[in-house]
Structures are given as C-alpha cells and as structure tokens.
C-alpha cells in the first residue's frame, strides 16, 4: 500500500508545481490582458450590431412592411375593378394545355394542398 502511495505522490508532485497560482508570471498576464481585451471588443461589437438592429433593420423592415401594403391593396382594387367589369365574377383565365396538368389525382383530390377557391380553377370540377 506504501508503494502505491509513493508512486501517486511522485506523480502528483510536479503537477502541482505545473498549477501553482502564487507568482504570476509575464505569460499569464499577458494572456489575461489579451482575455480582457477580447472581453472589452465584444461588448463593442455587440453594442455596435444592436445599433444596426435598431437604427437600420428595423425601420428597414417598416418600410418594407409598408411597401407591401401598399402594392397589395393596388392589387385588391385590380381585382375588383375585374370582377366589376365581368358582372361580378372573376375572368376566366386562358385555357393554356400546359397549365394544371394532372395525371392521377392528389391524395386529397385534384386541387392542391394550397387551394383557394376565391383565386384558383377548382380542377375536381374541369374533368
């Protein structure tokens, strides 16, 4: 048992000179000014990409919002002036061959996931 004690205490000796915290030398220090430094840079960046945030993106995304709103209402009213000019119904879109080719029907019919009746041909009603 007192080999295996002196064997542990012969390894565990020049570790503890390895970590010994009583004297800092220029190597330590330099790395925590480094580690300081690099503390300091990151408050500055974070506080640097804040500001884009709030000062460029998010009025960016304002006008953007805006923008849309504005196109889509244009189209709104488009679209009335349409169904007003044909007696309230939407135009018939041209029969193209190469528009809503359906070989064999979708699990959950002939129109897609996505169908709308107010905007798209209801195709369970065209074959």
Same mark, same amino acid.
């Given at each position: 048992?007192?080999?295996?004690?002196?064997?542990?205490?012969?390894?565990?000796a020049p570790r503890?000179?390895?970590?010994?915290?009583?004297?800092?030398?220029?190597?330590?220090?330099?790395?925590?000014? @480094?580690? =300081?430094?690099?503390?300091?840079?990151?408050?500055?960046? +974070?506080?640097?990409?804040?500001? $884009?945030?709030?000062?460029?993106?998010?009025?960016?995304?304002?006008?953007?919002?805006?923008?849309?709103?504005?196109?889509?209402?244009?189209?709104?009213?488009?679209?009335?002036?349409? @169904?007003? =000019?044909?007696?309230?119904?939407?135009?018939?879109?041209? +029969?193209?061959?190469?528009?809503? $080719?359906?070989?064999?029907?979708?699990?959950?019919?002939?129109?897609?996931?996505?169908?709308?009746?107010?905007?798209?041909?209801?195709m369970s009603q065209?074959?």
């Open positions: 048992m007192s080999m295996l004690l002196r064997r542990s205490l012969a390894r565990a503890a000179r390895q970590f010994s915290t009583t004297t800092e030398s220029a190597t330590q220090k330099a790395y925590y000014e @480094k580690a =300081e430094d690099a503390k300091h840079h990151a408050a500055d960046t +974070a506080d640097m990409w804040r500001k $884009i945030s709030f000062y460029v993106c998010a009025p960016g995304i304002i006008v953007t919002a805006l923008w849309v709103r504005n196109v889509e209402n244009e189209h709104a009213a488009h679209e009335e002036h349409l @169904k007003h =000019e044909n007696g309230g119904e939407r135009p018939e879109p041209p +029969a193209y061959e190469y528009l809503n $080719i359906r070989h064999r029907p979708f699990a959950w019919g002939m129109n897609s996931l996505f169908y709308n009746p107010k905007v798209n041909k209801d065209s074959e």
